[in-house]
T-cell receptor, first 114, second 107 residues
């Protein structure tokens, strides 16, 4: 089945530790996105990538890093510099010719900092 | 930057009722989309609707771009309609999201 997978579903980390969230897609989409969602709020864009080996910062990139070495994969690292990392993280992808118009979302990773 | 406001923030209805959700945006946009997020967090695209009216089963949406608002109609609500409904507008290759309307359908 084609789709987007994110792992793990729940993640706990101690303050001061870096953690990497996985996002994989087999939809052959060129563009991939990472969003953060806080309770009672809409999604905010962290990073996006329109092509392999290239990515751009979104509105809230500070304290996060990404890589795009393969078309299928767009991992997100939450660094210790992120002041308030507890949130729900969503990954999405879209065909290059549609951009954000047609985004397919993964099931999300809920990160809790202890 | 562009502002996206959704109303009401919360809505509780009995099964079978109809509802109207509103999305206002502060500037011209390339497109507008409606999404549903189920209670487990999964987001599904409902409509891509930069202007005009579209219908999909019990759901329909209308966007009046010149007046900068969009409406999502849900008829004959079912408990599976519960969740959060988001509108998002596209500006400069990014989606700007509203805070959502949380809908609870009681059996």
């Amino acid at each position: 089945d084609g789709g987007i997978t994110q792992s793990p579903k729940y993640l706990f980390r101690k303050e001061g530790q870096n953690v990497t969230l996985s996002c994989e897609q087999n939809l052959n989409h060129d563009a991939m996105y990472w969003y953060r969602q806080d309770p009672g709020q809409g999604l905010r864009l962290i990073y996006y990538s329109q092509i392999v080996n290239d990515f751009q910062k979104g509105d809230i990139a500070e304290g996060y890093s990404v890589s795009r070495e393969k078309k299928e994969s767009f991992p997100l690292t939450v660094t210790s510099a992120q002041k308030n990392p507890t949130a729900f993280y969503l990954c999405a992808s879209s065909p290059a010719d549609r951009g954000p118009d047609t985004q397919y979302f993964g099931p999300g990773t809920r990160l809790t900092v202890l | 930057g562009i502002q996206v406001e959704q109303s009401p923030p919360d809505l509780i209805l009995q099964e079978g009722a109809n509802s109207t959700l509103r999305c206002n945006f502060s500037d011209s946009v390339n497109n507008l989309q409606w999404f549903h997020q189920n209670p487990w967090g999964q987001l599904i695209n409902l409509f891509y609707i930069p202007s005009g009216t579209k219908q999909n089963g019990r759901l329909s949406a209308t966007t009046v771009a010149t007046e900068r608002y969009s409406l999502l109609y849900i008829s004959s609500s079912q408990t599976t309609d519960s969740g959060v409904y988001f509108c998002a507008v596209e500006r400069n290759y990014q989606l700007i999201w509203g805070a959502g309307t949380k809908l609870i359908i009681k059996p």
